[in-house]
């Protein structure tokens, strides 16, 4: 376009692009976008090495609790939740992933008290972990 100026910017640690643009001096067009990444983990000297499955915190909870999470390789992973006669009740991944570290938040309020496991599952690792809900 005739008399159009544009400026790109890509700021490259927060994936944050703009774009801007102006017709006049004094009536600027300013468009920004921003780039979601393309996975929650981190790369580079952060990526783990191994699976691993923590214990969530707070345990006990009341009613929401963390899990956090390695997987040092890209894979389908799913983490669910099942009670203590092994009925699931919650599926809180299920998902392809890349390495990286990841941290999902749990919430009970639809459970009773009391105790409860979570299983994560990716390539050939299974971890299972204990939790307890109090109300």
Known sequence: MAG???G??????TGCTMTSGAAQANRPNTCFTMIPPSGTGTIGANTPTQYSLNQNYPNPFNPVTRINFAIPKQGLVTLKVYD???REVKTLVNEVKTPG?????F???ELSS???FYK???NQFSDIK???LIK
Not at 8 to 13: F, G, H, K, L, M
Not at 101 to 105: A, H, Q
Request: proline share 0%; aromatic share 18%.
């Open 101 to 105: 570290n990841y941290s999902v938040d």
């Open 8 to 13: 790109y910017y890509t700021d490259n640690q």
């Open 120 to 122: 994560l599952e990716s």
């Open 4 to 6: 159009m100026t544009w």
């Open 107 to 109: 919430n009970g309020t």
């Open 130 to 132: 204990r939790m307890i």
């Open 114 to 116: 009391g105790v409860y």
């Open 84 to 86: 203590v006669l092994g």
